[in-house]
């Protein structure tokens, strides 16, 4: 299988792209062939939706070049690796302006296809930023494998779970969809589709939790943050802290604090450099 991976971090041997490699491996193990392009090796800005448009026709652009070597790579690919690091709970620039600049065609219909989230701060976006990468999987008919969404909490964890997808991604025959209605029920039943920022900041301190070395020094701060976790996790089930489709909204009664809690000993368990990525 020729697989094409779009590794969308400036950072050539950052976090994300380590992630990339980590699939990559998983895929040749299989027998797969990789192309393997930086976003950042290319020269284009974002699309200005002009009027009297080409690009769709015949790949021209008036104002910048497309990017025709990866539209080329993608037009022949038999699987798609696309990675993003997180910037603002969304993926970065970069890969949004590639993204946008893309000109996919009716042959990638139904190719597995793998996306790949790196939030390198503080975790925050790792599963939103993910869920805009199948967003555009979506609307190119790709057929999806479970998203990878990490954080540099867990990144050990990624990088096997990434190498063990790329394998996964290079064993998936092509499968076209043959309908609309088929594309949706697959994309809305993919884990983490429909999490939300309060269901994501949940996760983020399960995987915090679950990743930091209890010691004498932080027992009683361990013990308390599980105490106030599960008595989120508790309070988001039962309703009575902002839920799906309405994270936003601002609650009708004073928080009891609990929250702010949650928050200030998250950040003192994750205190660590922050690394590219």
């Given at each position: 299988m020729?697989?094409?991976?779009?590794?969308?971090?400036?950072?050539e041997?950052?976090?994300?792209?380590?992630?990339?490699n980590?699939?990559?491996?998983?895929?040749?193990?299989?027998?797969?062939?990789?192309?393997?392009?930086?976003?950042?090796?290319?020269?284009?800005?974002?699309?200005?939706?002009?009027?009297?448009?080409?690009?769709?026709?015949?790949?021209?652009?008036?104002?910048?070049?497309?990017?025709?070597?990866?539209?080329?790579?993608?037009?022949?690919?038999e699987?798609?690796?696309?990675?993003?690091?997180?910037?603002?709970?969304?993926?970065?620039?970069?890969?949004?302006?590639?993204?946008?600049?893309?000109?996919?065609?009716?042959?990638?219909n139904?190719?597995?296809?793998?996306?790949?989230?790196?939030?390198?701060?503080?975790?925050?976006?790792?599963?939103?930023?993910?869920?805009?990468i199948?967003?555009?999987?979506?609307?190119?008919?790709?057929?999806?494998?479970?998203?990878?969404?990490?954080?540099?909490?867990?990144?050990?964890?990624?990088?096997?779970?990434?190498?063990?997808?790329?394998?996964?991604?290079?064993?998936?025959?092509?499968?076209?969809?043959?309908?609309?209605?088929e594309?949706?029920?697959?994309?809305?039943?993919?884990?983490?589709?429909?999490?939300?920022?309060?269901?994501?900041?949940?996760?983020?301190?399960?995987?915090?939790?679950a990743?930091?070395?209890?010691?004498?020094?932080?027992?009683?701060?361990?013990?308390?943050?599980?105490?106030?976790?599960?008595?989120?996790?508790?309070?988001?089930a039962?309703?009575?802290?902002?839920?799906?489709?309405?994270?936003?909204?601002?609650?009708?009664?004073?928080?009891?604090?609990?929250?702010?809690?949650?928050?200030?000993?998250?950040?003192?368990?994750?205190?660590?450099?922050?690394?590219?990525?």
């Amino acid at each position: 299988m020729n697989i094409l991976a779009i590794v969308g971090s400036p950072h050539e041997e950052g976090l994300t792209d380590g992630l990339v490699n980590a699939a990559i491996t998983g895929a040749l193990s299989a027998g797969g062939t990789v192309n393997k392009v930086h976003a950042s090796d290319y020269d284009w800005g974002p699309c200005l939706d002009c009027e009297g448009k080409t690009c769709w026709s015949d790949l021209s652009c008036r104002h910048s070049p497309l990017p025709g070597e990866i539209n080329e790579a993608l037009a022949g690919c038999e699987g798609l690796i696309i990675a993003a690091p997180v910037y603002f709970l969304d993926v970065n620039g970069l890969t949004r302006n590639l993204l946008d600049r893309l000109r996919p065609g009716p042959e990638v219909n139904g190719i597995p296809a793998l996306g790949i989230a790196m939030a390198g701060g503080t975790g925050k976006g790792f599963v939103l930023a993910a869920q805009k990468i199948y967003h555009f999987l979506f609307c190119i008919s790709a057929r999806p494998l479970p998203m990878l969404p990490a954080t540099r909490f867990n990144y050990q964890r990624a990088l096997e779970q990434a190498e063990q997808l790329g394998h996964a991604l290079a064993t998936t025959p092509k499968r076209p969809f043959a309908s609309l209605a088929e594309r949706m029920a697959e994309y809305h039943a993919l884990p983490l589709m429909d999490l939300d920022l309060v269901g994501e900041n949940l996760l983020l301190v399960e995987t915090i939790l679950a990743a930091a070395q209890q010691t004498e020094e932080n027992r009683d701060l361990r013990c308390s943050a599980e105490a106030d976790y599960q008595a989120a996790r508790a309070a988001f089930a039962t309703g009575d802290i902002p839920g799906p489709r309405n994270c936003w909204k601002r609650p009708t009664t004073p928080p009891s604090g609990r929250g702010i809690s949650l928050a200030r000993r998250r950040k003192a368990l994750s205190r660590a450099p922050t690394p590219s990525a």
